[in-house]
């Protein structure tokens, strides 16, 4: 935790003193900031995951004293839904693309080798993520899920809600060709990221069900729904449109030089990028 701390305020205070030195800022950019999330190693995770929390289920079904029989049936049931699972997954994307609102701004250098230094950044959390929804007219539950489940004799409620926390800084030479209209940057710095997913579940369920199922939930890993990455990149950038107010897209090319992760492998991917507005002065 100290190290990540110490990384990002680097970032932060190198990027304010440099523009200390450079003077004032020759360029204001916000727009929408794009990380990858490899995602290899979480989707081999979620069969572990599963069996490990069927078999807490399983436990407490037989602490019950449900006959052997229809334990071997419901293990059963478990196993080939597990396997379904295990099959859709293949069919998911291993490098998932993050969305964060942000922007940035670039501190002229009078260096003959880069013309600037670029500071940028973006975030992503639970409330900006309602609030484009809300402005699209598309209802996001609250909570995302309540169910009742019926036991026969008895009932279960599960609630399920989920926050989200991810924000990003980046730091930057840049060395930029301009045609009037068109403008070609070329780029290189590091990167600090760093996000985190909770997972709220709130559960009624009959006594003699609690452990079981406090059982299978912490067999799902639930608080390790995390990643940080310092990174190095290079990058390349189009902006188009007057001098002094152009779009802009660049692409970049991100190569992690400390990750931290949980349990469940989630690491940030190898390409990032921006697309945005950029006003010059």
Same mark, same amino acid.
């Given at each position: 935790?100290?190290?990540?701390?110490?990384a990002a305020v680097?970032?932060?205070?190198l990027g304010l003193a440099l523009g200390a030195i450079g003077g004032r800022a020759t360029?204001?950019?916000?727009g929408c900031e794009i990380g990858s999330l490899d995602v290899t190693g979480t989707l081999l995770r979620v069969p572990v995951a599963l069996?490990?929390?069927s078999d807490a289920l399983l436990a407490m079904l037989a602490d019950q004293g449900l006959p052997p029989g229809e334990l071997t049936e419901i293990g059963a049931d478990f196993d080939l839904a597990i396997a379904d699972v295990a099959a859709q997954l293949s069919a998911i994307p291993t490098l998932l693309p993050i969305p964060l609102l942000g922007g940035g701004v670039e501190i002229p250098l009078p260096w003959v080798v880069i013309d600037g230094i670029r500071l940028s950044g973006g975030m992503l959390d639970t409330a900006i993520v309602r609030g484009v929804a809300d402005l699209a007219g598309v209802l996001i539950p609250d909570p995302l #899920?309540?169910? $009742?489940?019926? #036991?026969?004799? $008895?009932?279960?409620?599960?609630?399920?809600d989920l926050d989200l926390s991810t924000w990003a800084v980046s730091l930057e030479a840049v060395k930029r060709v301009d045609l009037f209209l068109v403008a070609i940057g070329l780029s290189a710095g590091v990167d600090y990221a760093?996000?985190?997913?909770?997972?709220d579940i709130g559960r009624e369920v009959p006594a003699e069900w609690a452990g079981g199922v406090d059982a299978a939930l912490a067999a799902l890993h639930l608080g390790d729904l995390r990643w940080s990455t310092?990174?190095?990149h290079v990058g390349v950038r189009l902006e188009l449109g007057l001098p002094f107010l152009r779009l802009y897209a660049d692409v970049r090319l991100v190569q992690p030089l400390a990750e931290w992760v949980g349990w469940w492998d989630?690491?940030?991917?190898?390409?990032a990028g921006s697309v945005g507005v950029v006003i010059r002065f």
């Open positions: 935790m100290i190290v990540r701390r110490i680097a970032v932060v205070a360029g204001l950019h916000l069996s490990a929390a #899920l309540d169910e $009742e489940i019926d #036991l026969g004799s $008895e009932t279960a409620r599960f609630t399920i760093s996000s985190a997913v909770v997972i310092f990174a190095a989630l690491r940030s991917g190898g390409l």
